[in-house]
């Protein structure tokens, strides 16, 4: 099989990004930002904005363009700019200068002079936690979660009557999503009617909150995104160019293109907040778990726009017999917080899987064996047992391949390199959004498929092939894959690794659909197959004796085409099993004994993720996440000073991994379909392989080293001698 239908138009240049679009007439627009990260906005000077050549308009709280707030079913309450006068972060979009060019936009709006009434600003997660709030209480009126045996009155009783105790605090770091496509928009509006290039997890979802933002139908919003230069759940909430754009271009009455620079991406845009995170872990002396408890601060911005849930996933990875897991949130003066890579799982997982490795040492107990002694068969507290859970394969698949059997008690030495190795546990929840698709058969013999949806990278493209192929029994070369366009059936987001079972139902569906449509015409009246008893094979009608390609049956009755829609969502399978992707993910880091620089120079992940469609796109998403959660080990966090100013916000001091950071990716699945979820039998990969990573390079420190760090990212100060 070979590998994604957009990498040569990407790798050759030729896929046109969102800001790739230059219409006649168009005006740039370029985003003022706040410099204080809490008070109001108290007066702007524009004068000085407006003697700059091209200048065409200078908007700001108390010049503001038509928007108002949006809120939808998907998202919730999505932040609009230019609403009040507020500053609630430093970095903040308060204003936006349209100029001719984007040198005048940017000219002008450095000239832009913004007074503020300036308020005390909180900033530090480690301070905040005093001042911490309950998280808002789920739907049964309850926060946090806990299960404990009967007779048992609470986790601190469970703990203390634990054989073998562990605990610990674990502290993650802001994470910013770093996509290699800065969040922009090109907007253009004709006759009352809006298009929208912008990169986007979702073209529907897009132009259902630019619709409500502007006060039109949605049925006037058409926006397009049919390349994606990476989102990872920070594209899809409609982003502040988008906004803007659109509102200056109906403004103005001319195109306007929107984009934010590499620095404003860091604080316009959102972040995955830092959590602070407890653990504690009993056991009997056999290494079984009897009581799990986690609790988690995590910092979100002051409008609380989304917390990172750390610790609620705890429940789905072992069994014990009594746990507790708690969320707190704490608001601060930072960038906004949103979806990023396995929002809760990622952070969490450092915490939880770390602290299983200082349990498997305080044991002298193997890490994958203290695994595979608690492996769960469903969430705690749920009756719903796991549909296919095949995580013992992944640890013992992932022992032998990465020869753990020879693993010594400590690191070994090799010249003046500590080597360790450590590992953890990847799991994933499986789900699905509501999809709609089109399929389209042709009197040509050849097919489309068409959703809105987006392909942020993850390679939904190709999979829409495979499946259509598949579904219509014909090769994949006369498949045409069509997303990114709001104009096609609703395909919802590309988010929570749900996109291959929400779409890949629906095309089954849709397939289905244009099947029994064309075998109804063919034995239809006046059809060559009148009344005869037909099926299907092979891209082909079939009666006893004959047969006819669906072109061929389409030319006869007079068709050039024939379409029919299918749609996925969230069904019965929820009240019959729990759903998840498990994994078992394994480092190995070298650590220079003198300098402590630390290298990674192995990783391995096993997964069971149910059916890989696509092998190669799998395999890239896979690894892409691994690549993740040694960047979270080892090299992410945004530094954000006292004044709430980012102090990296670049990419030259927010350290991502480059290829010398990264050593060979060694993926493997191990198959087993997971028809309980969804037709296809593929369950979520994307977030999948960033869970555990982290803790398994941490683990693997620790091993080289006898240093046990439980913050993230380490760096070389962290392994001093101490
Ligand atoms: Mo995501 S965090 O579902 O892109």
Redesign the pocket.
């Known amino acids: 099989m070979s590998g994604r239908l957009d990498g040569p138009v990407k790798v050759t240049g030729r896929a046109g990004y969102g800001a790739d679009h230059n219409l006649p007439g168009m005006a740039h627009g370029h985003v003022v930002l706040s410099t204080i990260a809490h008070g109001e906005v108290r007066h702007v000077d524009t004068t000085a904005a407006r003697r700059v050549p091209g200048v065409l308009g200078v908007y700001s709280p108390f010049n503001p363009l038509a928007l108002r707030p949006v809120s939808t079913p998907m998202f919730g309450d999505t932040w609009v700019p230019l609403q009040d006068e507020e500053v609630a972060y430093y970095g903040q979009p308060i204003g936006l200068v349209v100029a001719d060019t984007v040198e005048h936009a940017r000219d002008a709006a450095m000239a832009v002079e913004v007074s503020y009434g300036e308020r005390p600003a909180r900033t530090s997660l480690a301070e905040g936690l005093a001042d911490a709030e309950d998280e808002p209480p789920g739907p049964d009126g309850s926060s946090g979660f806990s299960v404990l045996e009967p007779g048992v009155g609470s986790i601190a009783e469970a703990l203390a009557a634990s054989p073998v105790v562990v605990e610990g605090t674990y502290s993650t770091a802001t994470q910013n999503h770093a996509a290699m496509e800065p969040h922009s928009a090109v907007a253009v509006w004709d006759a009352g009617e809006l298009t929208v290039y912008s990169g986007t997890?979702g073209a529907d979802l897009q132009a259902v909150e630019l619709a409500a933002a502007l006060g039109v139908d949605p049925a006037c919003v058409h926006a397009v995104n049919p390349f994606v230069g990476g989102?990872?759940?920070g594209k899809?909430r409609t982003s502040v160019a988008a906004f803007l754009a659109a509102a200056a271009a109906r403004a103005l009455d001319r195109p306007v293109k929107v984009v934010l620079s590499r620095e404003q991406v860091f604080t316009a845009t959102a972040t995955r907040g830092a959590t602070v995170q407890e653990v504690a872990l009993g056991a009997t002396e056999d290494g079984t778990l009897v009581a799990v408890r986690h609790d988690a601060w995590s910092a979100t911005s002051a409008d609380r726009a989304f917390v990172e849930p750390a610790s609620s996933n705890t429940k789905e990875y072992y069994a014990t017999r009594n746990l507790a897991v708690s969320q707190k949130v704490v608001p601060l003066n930072v960038p906004p917080t949103t979806?990023?890579?396995?929002?809760g799982e990622a952070p969490g997982s450092f915490a939880l899987e770390s602290a299983m490795d200082e349990l498997a040492v305080a044991l002298d107990m193997d890490p994958v064996e203290l695994r595979l002694k608690n492996d769960s068969a469903a969430p705690l507290g749920s009756d719903l047992s796991w549909s296919s859970k095949h995580l013992d394969e992944c640890c013992r698949l992932g022992a032998a391949r990465f020869g753990w059997a020879s693993r010594p008690p400590r690191g070994r030495e090799d010249g003046d390199w500590l080597v360790g190795t450590g590992m953890a546990t990847a799991m994933f929840p499986a789900m699905r959004f509501p999809a709609t698709v089109r399929v389209t058969v042709r009197d040509d013999d050849t097919a489309e498929v068409a959703t809105s949806g987006a392909d942020?990278g993850t390679g939904l493209l190709t999979v829409l092939s495979v499946v259509t192929a598949e579904s219509l029994d014909v090769p994949r070369s006369r498949i045409t894959p069509l997303l990114g366009d709001s104009s096609f059936p609703p395909g919802g987001?590309?988010?929570?690794?749900?996109g291959t079972a929400s779409t890949g139902t629906a095309i089954m569906a849709a397939a289905t659909r244009v099947i029994d449509d064309v075998l109804a015409l063919a034995a239809g009246p006046g059809a060559p197959f009148e009344g005869l008893e037909v099926s299907y094979a092979d891209g082909r009608v079939l009666t006893a004796d004959r047969s006819m390609t669906f072109g061929e049956v389409l030319r006869a009755t007079g068709r050039t085409e024939l379409s029919a829609d299918g749609s996925s969502a969230p069904g019965e399978e929820l009240t019959k099993h729990s759903f998840s992707s498990f994994g078992a993910q394994f480092a190995e880091v070298r650590v220079h004994r003198w300098t402590r620089e630390i290298r990674v120079s192995r990783l391995l992940g096993v997964f069971d993720a149910g059916r890989i469609v696509n092998p190669v796109a799998a395999r890239g998403q896979l690894a892409g996440g691994m690549v993740w959660g040694v960047s979270a080990a080892l090299h992410e966090g945004l530094d954000i000073e006292g004044n709430g100013r980012p102090a990296n916000a670049n990419l030259a001091g927010y350290l991502l991994p480059v290829n010398a950071d990264v050593p060979a990716v060694d993926v493997v699945f191990v198959e087993h379909p997971d028809t309980l979820h969804n037709a296809v039998g593929a369950r979520g990969i994307?977030?999948l392989g960033v869970v555990g990573m982290a803790a398994a390079v941490a683990n693997a420190v620790h091993h080289a080293t006898g240093i046990r760090v439980r913050h993230i990212p380490i760096t070389l100060a962290d392994l001093l001698d101490r």
């Open positions: 997890q989102a990872f759940g899809g979806f990023m890579r396995a929002p942020p987001t590309s988010g929570a690794s749900a994307g977030e």
